[in-house]
């Protein structure tokens, strides 16, 4: 019986991979070709990169994407980092109302999200004139609750005796908390900024609505697909996945180096005592 179960387990696995990444596969395979659509192979060719390169309004929504997800993402760790530790020093039950409130934005629709933003920066006159500040408020929106649960866990494994130590040898509180505790949780701070720079590199939805008068990648790339799939976007979405599949193994490699060194730590406790 375990034996079967190991069997469909591995059918199960396998079957997950290939429906996700097979797509996937195929667009990278295409983006090596020769031809200019996807209906037939014709030859490696290095062509649809070229083409990539030489695209001017390609270029230019690049730099519009990185623009918006690295401002987006250093406003939200520091926004997302303060509210973390604001959090983590409220008492139980406050501090579950609030996390409960804070996590909405995560399970939100981004359809609703990109609505209600849209609607907002309308009502305040954020006209297209601001297209760069509309972009950069809706990624910081939606960023920062992804920063605060990733900062959070590092705070919780942290001791508050470092934070009240440094304060009994002399130390105010703001450099207390610069020279201790941030250093302490530091690392889900990188997480946590790693998190949100993909996800504002990734986004679509939300872009679409607030984006008025400017284009990020995602929108551009997809009024190329209305015309008709042209490799060059196999190209450009090839890279743009190996560009995210390096951020997230970045981030799950640290995360799972810091579960060994924090079992390692509480194994020499345990031996110490």
């Given at each position: 019986?375990?034996t079967?179960?190991k069997v469909?387990?591995w059918?199960?696995?396998?079957l997950?991979l ?14 090596f070709t ?7 192979w014709?030859?490696?060719s290095?062509?649809?990169?070229r ?7 390609l270029?230019d929504?690049l730099?519009v994407?990185?623009?918006v ?5 250093v ?5 997302g980092t303060?509210a973390?530790?604001?959090i983590n020093?409220?008492k ?6 609030v ?9 939100n ?5 990109g ?9 305040i006159?954020l006209?297209?004139k601001?297209?760069?500040?509309r ?5 910081t929106?939606f960023?920062?609750?992804?920063v ?8 919780r494994q942290s ?11 002399g130390?105010?509180?703001?450099k207390?908390?610069w020279?201790v505790?941030i250093p302490?949780i530091m ?7 790693i998190?949100?720079?993909t996800l ?5 939805v939300?872009?679409?609505f607030?984006?008025?008068?400017i284009q990020?990648l995602?929108i ?9 799939i042209?490799?060059?976007?196999n190209?450009f979405?090839?890279?743009m996945f190996?560009v995210?599949?390096t951020?997230l193994?970045?981030?799950n ?10 079992a ?10």
């Open positions: 019986m375990k079967l179960g469909f387990k059918i199960y696995l396998v997950t290939v429906f996700l990444y097979a797509p996937i596969f195929v667009l990278i395979v295409f983006s020769e031809s200019r659509t996807m209906s037939k014709n030859g490696f290095l062509n649809a990169y083409e990539m390169l030489s695209d001017a309004a270029m929504a730099k994407t990185l623009i997800a690295v401002v987006s993402a406003a939200a760790t520091f926004i303060v973390a530790i604001g020093s409220m139980r039950r406050r501090r579950m109302i996390e409960n409130i804070s996590q909405l934005p995560m399970v629709p981004d359809l609703v999200t609505i209600s933003l849209m609607m907002l920066f309308s009502f006159g006209s297209s601001f297209g760069y500040l972009l950069i408020l809706a990624h929106t960023n920062v609750p992804y605060m649960f990733s900062v959070l866990p590092k705070l001791s508050n005796m470092l934070y009240e130590a440094a304060m009994d040898l130390c105010k509180p703001t207390a908390l020279k505790v302490d690392p889900g701070i990188i997480s946590g900024f998190m949100a720079f504002s590199l990734d986004d679509f939300i872009s679409w607030v984006a008025d008068g990020n995602s551009y790339i997809y009024g190329l697909a209305k015309r008709g042209s490799t060059k976007i190209a979405s090839a890279l190996v995210v599949v951020l193994l970045i981030v490699i640290r995360s799972m180096r810091e579960e060994k060194y924090a390692a730590q509480r194994k020499k406790v345990a031996k110490s005592n």
